[in-house]
């Protein structure tokens, strides 16, 4: 167990609609980041948090945003749902402290299914 | 970041060593090598990190040759929970972003 827990576990959307992630760091944690992935595939990263402001953002849309608060949990938000939006959404944290070795701890995943 | 190349499948047996190799040839100077393991519907996990010969935890073993230009991931023993993906990365630990392949699938056989 990593201590980074994210909610729902699963969720079914449809096409269109708006729908939010819930992560929540390990204990000590001030960065999270957001990973897309598609079946089959390896995680694509979305963007990362480093004490409430965006850090770093991958090739995804501006309908992909984020946010995180000053207990360092984040949520992940999409909108305009698309097809391909289907995959496992997972959430790292991490301490960072200009460490190179500085390690990313992956929660569960919310599996999002859109229709 | 370097761009990893690693075979898409191996099998094994239950009480066999697996080897999982990986190659970076354009690896940075800073660039750090680690490997996650992903079972189904879970994150992937941190498995071992290095930078440069041998590292070994209670997990399994890293192999960097001197050029550092690829790396072996060595599993002593695997059992049939070993059966997942493995991820090789390179990057700079600190980055904000880590960048996955798609990985070895790994099946352990009985």
């Known amino acids: 167990e990593t201590g980074v827990t994210q909610s729902p576990t699963h969720l079914i959307k449809t096409r269109g609609q708006q729908v939010t992630l819930r992560c929540s760091s390990q204990s000590g944690h001030n960065t999270v980041s957001w990973y897309q992935q598609a079946l089959g595939q390896g995680p694509q990263f979305i963007f990362q948090?480093?004490?409430?402001?965006?850090?770093g953002r991958g090739n995804f849309p501006p309908r992909f945003s984020g946010l995180q608060f000053p207990n360092y949990s984040s949520e992940l938000n999409v909108n305009a749902l698309e097809l391909d939006d289907s995959a496992l959404y997972l959430c790292?944290?991490?301490?960072?402290?200009?460490?190179?070795?500085?390690?990313?701890?992956f929660g569960p995943g919310t599996r999002l299914t859109v229709l | 970041l370097a761009k990893t190349t690693q075979p898409i499948s191996m099998d094994s047996y239950e009480g066999q060593e697996v080897n999982i190799t990986c190659s970076h040839n354009?690896?940075?100077?800073?660039?750090?090598i680690t490997w996650y393991q992903q079972f189904p519907s879970q994150g992937p996990r941190f498995i071992i990190q290095?930078?440069?010969t041998k590292v070994t935890n209670e997990v399994a073993s890293l192999f960097i040759p001197a050029d550092r230009k690829s790396s072996t991931l060595s599993l002593p023993r695997v059992s049939l929970s070993d059966t997942a993906v493995y991820y090789c990365l390179v990057g700079p630990l600190n980055t904000d972003k880590l960048i996955f392949g798609t990985g070895t699938r790994l099946q352990v056989f009985p």
């Open positions: 354009n690896i940075a100077t800073n660039d750090y």
């Open positions: 790292a944290s991490s301490h960072w402290t200009g460490d190179p070795t500085d390690t990313q701890y």
């Open positions: 948090y480093y004490r409430e402001e965006e850090n």
């Open positions: 290095g930078y440069k």
